[in-house]
T-cell receptor
């Protein structure tokens, strides 16, 4: 089945630690995205990538980093500079930017 | 200013009845798209329906229809014949060409279908 796989489902971070969230898609989509969702809120864009080896900052990129070395993969690193990382993180992809996005099941990140 | 406004934090509907979820948007870009997504308690976001700013007809997908009123900048989602499985959060979203087709999401409406 084609789709988007996010791992892990739950992740815990210690103070001062970087953690990386995985996102893999087999839909052959060019565009990929990372969103953050806080309780009672909509989604906010962290980073997006239109094509391999290219990515742009979204509205809340500070404290996060990404890479897009392969079409299928768009990992998100939550760095120690992100002071309030506890949230639900959703990865998405679309054929090209602007088309309907397909989402993974999300990763819930908490601080220990 | 908020680009997407959903004013109904929670809605209830009787099973088999129709329900309308409100969404208003703010843009000066003539080229934009409007989307609705469903988020069950499990967390994944499910794409439901899309309306382009130049589309003349209201979009429909099965039991979902989008009531697009361009002059009023509203894009309400209508769910007909509600089912228990429709209970979820519903998010309205917009993308604008002049911001690189970035998506903006509303804060969502929680829908509960009552048997």
């Amino acid at each position: 089945d084609g789709g988007i796989t996010q791992s892990p489902k739950y992740l815990f971070r210690k103070e001062g630690q970087n953690v990386t969230l995985s996102c893999e898609q087999n839909l052959n989509h060019d565009a990929m995205y990372w969103y953050r969702q806080d309780p009672g809120q909509g989604l906010r864009l962290i980073y997006y990538s239109q094509i391999v080896n290219d990515f742009q900052k979204g509205d809340i990129a500070e404290g996060y980093s990404v890479s897009r070395e392969k079409k299928e993969s768009f990992p998100l690193t939550v760095t120690s500079a992100q002071k309030n990382p506890t949230a639900f993180y959703l990865c998405a992809s679309s054929i090209v930017v602007g088309q309907p996005q397909h989402f993974g099941d999300g990763t819930r990140l908490s601080i220990l | 200013a908020q680009k997407i406004t959903q004013t109904q934090p929670g809605m209830f509907v009787q099973e088999k009845e129709a329900v309308t979820l409100d969404c208003t948007y703010d843009t000066s870009d003539p080229s934009y798209g409007l989307f609705w997504y469903k988020q069950p308690s499990s967390g994944e976001m499910i794409f439901l329906i899309y309306q382009g700013s130049y589309d003349q007809q209201n979009a429909t997908e099965g039991r979902y229809s989008l009531n697009f009123q361009k002059a009023r900048k509203s894009a309400n989602l209508v769910i007909s014949a509600s089912q228990l499985g429709d209970s979820a959060m519903y998010f309205c979203a917009m993308r604008e060409r002049n911001t690189g087709n970035q998506f903006y999401f509303g804060t969502g409406t929680s829908l509960t279908v009552i048997p």
